[in-house]
């Protein structure tokens, strides 16, 4: 195993955090993909202001004093070693345990999913001011795009955690993984983001049934591409410029002034990244 300087405090870090992450975004979703619930993927991604207010104090309740421990003051070198050394752990513990009635690697399958989640999403419900999101773009995402990296690559401590088959066949679990990839400036990690879900989606299309993962699938599919046509055309998100105190070309102004997307992200005003 490898190791690093930075440890996860193992008090906050373990399968009780873990699994609070995956019930609190996964409630009532199965793993089969047959079917959509509406009301979780409105909550995701469409919830009304009230909503998403009482989603995000949920996430802060639960999961604040985790997003701190491994906050810049205390984890500045921001690189995904000490969660693929978690992961690692995890599969490690599960081998020696032989648990039955499960699929090998499970567990650390879904460890590998819940610390995705908290570190990619679960900043986007906690910090939405200014402050907050510079914090999501500088620190965070520089997290979840290193773990997003090394656990879709041969590198990966357990294989590619997105295609155990606990949840292979089911894409609102599997597009969290690709998400990292998504929020990533770097035109690089949207070509492998695209490959991967080109590959998700051949694997799937001629398969009966499965409509939840087909909604799911092509609706990430859409959102890859217009993250993805704004990078090549800008070579940056315009709508980050105010949080990371960068100065627009007059291009990008436009850009926003006409409408341009801004994923969610408020400018000048609470909002979720």
């Known amino acids: 195993?490898?190791?690093?300087?930075?440890?996860?405090?193992?008090?906050?870090?373990?399968?009780?955090?873990?699994?609070?992450?995956?019930?609190?975004?996964?409630?009532?979703?199965?793993?089969?993909?047959?079917?959509?619930?509406?009301?979780?993927?409105?909550?995701?991604?469409?919830?009304?202001?009230?909503?998403?207010?009482?989603?995000?104090?949920?996430?802060?309740a639960a999961f604040a004093h985790a997003l701190e421990s491994i906050g810049p003051d205390q984890f500045p070198e921001a690189n995904a070693q000490p969660f693929l050394d978690e992961i690692q752990r995890v599969a490690d513990e599960e081998v020696e345990r032989e648990s039955e009635g499960k699929e090998r690697g499970e567990?650390?399958?879904?460890?590998?999913?819940?610390?995705?989640?908290?570190?990619?999403?679960?900043?986007?419900?906690?910090?939405?001011?200014?402050?907050?999101?510079?914090?999501?773009?500088?620190?965070?995402?520089?997290?979840?795009?290193?773990?997003?990296?090394?656990?879709?690559?041969?590198?990966?401590?357990?294989?590619?955690?997105?295609?155990?088959?606990?949840?292979?066949?089911?894409?609102?679990?599997?597009?969290?993984?690709?998400?990292?990839?998504m929020h990533s400036e770097d035109l690089a990690a949207h070509n492998l983001a695209s490959e991967i879900v080109d590959g998700y989606t051949k694997e799937i299309e001629n398969l009966e049934g499965y409509n939840g993962t087909k909604i799911i699938l092509g609706k990430h599919r859409d959102a890859l591409s217009e993250h993805t046509d704004i990078l090549e055309r800008f070579g940056r998100y315009p709508h980050r410029n105010d949080a990371l105190g960068r100065e627009s070309t007059n291009d990008e102004r436009r850009f926003m002034e006409e409408g341009g997307a801004t994923f969610g992200v408020g400018q000048k005003e609470d909002s979720k990244a």
Not at 14 to 25: D, M, S
Not at 37 to 60: I, N, Y
Not at 146 to 164: G, K, V
Request: proline letters at 7%; glycine letters at 4%; hydrophobic letters at 40%.
């Open 1 to 60: 195993m490898s190791s690093s300087a930075f440890k996860l405090d193992p008090s906050i870090f373990n399968r009780t955090l873990y699994q609070r992450v995956t019930e609190l975004w996964f409630p009532g979703v199965d793993t089969s993909g047959q079917k959509l619930d509406m009301s979780v993927a409105k909550r995701w991604f469409m919830g009304t202001p009230e909503e998403k207010l009482a989603f995000d104090s949920q996430c802060r």
């Open 107 to 181: 567990e650390a399958a879904w460890t590998a999913l819940s610390l995705t989640l908290l570190i990619d999403q679960i900043p986007r419900n906690i910090y939405r001011t200014g402050d907050g999101l510079r914090l999501v773009y500088t620190h965070y995402d520089r997290i979840g795009y290193s773990l997003a990296r090394s656990i879709l690559s041969p590198s990966s401590p357990i294989p590619r955690p997105d295609t155990h088959p606990v949840f292979r066949f089911s894409a609102a679990h599997r597009i969290w993984f690709y998400l990292p990839l």
